[in-house]
């Protein structure tokens, strides 16, 4: 079975542009989850989605994040106007659900974004 | 608050001994569930092993074994018979409650890198 898939797997843009990162979660998963790795703060919970809902985006940082999941098997993560401090690695992960209970989350390969 | 402290920024082991990664945590849930992960040098997050906080069992994975210490709230990662591989950044992680209170968030430690001598 494909794992998490995301696109692109490195961006490079100017500061002031607008950024989207794509995922497509395991065929059949419940929840998605968009996280960022930085080296200051390490691996941090940006939202995440439950049956295509969001459920919780307290961890989006400011209005210029958005995210959106319109189909169970896709989910996006703009970025609009982009800023160097978003530069970090932007990583998509799903989990089932079994019985109410959330199931292990599997990451899929990152987003390597450098905002110039 | 939830919290997951890993102590150990870097570690090295002889290929074949076993080693030890230290994870403890702090929670006020009755029902929480503890994980590691593996992070090579590639990027990716790599699923090794889980326990539930009612499992009376240590979990096994293949040569990854989790130390859980309840009381202590500790839960090492022990990775036995080391591979050259096994060099790699390492994550534990909690999530917030279970059953009806899971709120599905993942909280994270810092990590350990681990480097295995050949």
């Known amino acids: 079975d494909?794992?998490?898939?995301?696109?692109?797997?490195?961006?490079v843009t100017e500061m002031g542009q607008e950024v989207?990162?794509?995922c497509k979660p395991i065929s059949?998963?419940?929840?998605?989850?968009?996280?960022r790795q930085t080296m200051m703060r390490g691996l941090e919970l940006l939202i995440y989605f439950n049956n295509n809902v969001p459920i919780d985006d307290s961890g989006m940082p400011e209005d210029r994040f958005s995210a959106k999941m319109p189909n169970a098997s896709f989910s996006t993560l703009k970025i609009q106007p982009s800023e160097p401090r978003d530069s970090a690695v932007?990583?998509?992960?799903?989990?089932?659900?079994?019985?109410?209970?959330?199931?292990?989350?599997?990451?899929?390969?990152?987003?390597?974004?450098?905002?110039? | 608050a939830q919290k997951i402290t890993q102590t150990q920024p870097g570690m090295f082991v002889q290929e074949?001994?076993?080693?030890?990664?230290?994870?403890?945590?702090?929670?006020?849930?009755?029902?929480?569930?503890?994980?590691?992960?593996?992070?090579?040098?590639s990027?990716?997050?790599?699923?090794?092993?889980?326990q539930g906080s009612y499992d009376e069992q240590n979990a096994t994975e293949g040569r990854y074994s989790l130390n859980f210490q309840?009381?202590?709230?500790?839960?090492?990662?022990?990775?036995?018979?080391?591979?050259?591989?096994d060099s790699a950044m390492y994550f534990c992680a909690m999530r917030?409650?279970?059953?009806?209170?899971?709120?599905?968030?993942?909280?994270?430690?810092?990590?350990?890198?681990?480097?295995?001598?050949?």
């Open chain 1, 2 to 11: 494909a794992g998490v898939i995301q696109s692109p797997r490195h961006e």
């Open chain 1, 20 to 22: 989207t990162l794509r």
């Open chain 1, 28 to 35: 059949g998963h419940d929840y998605l989850f968009w996280y």
């Open chain 1, 90 to 116: 932007y990583f998509c992960a799903s989990s089932y659900e079994t019985s109410g209970l959330q199931e292990t989350q599997y990451f899929g390969p990152g987003t390597r974004l450098l905002v110039l």
């Open chain 2, 16 to 41: 074949k001994e076993a080693v030890t990664l230290d994870c403890t945590y702090d929670t006020s849930d009755q029902s929480y569930g503890l994980f590691w992960y593996k992070q090579p040098s």
């Open chain 2, 43 to 50: 990027g990716e997050m790599i699923f090794l092993i889980y």
């Open chain 2, 70 to 85: 309840k009381a202590r709230k500790s839960a090492n990662l022990v990775i036995s018979a080391s591979q050259l591989g």
């Open chain 2, 96 to 118: 917030e409650g279970l059953g009806s209170s899971n709120t599905g968030k993942l909280i994270f430690g810092q990590g350990t890198t681990l480097q295995v001598k050949p």
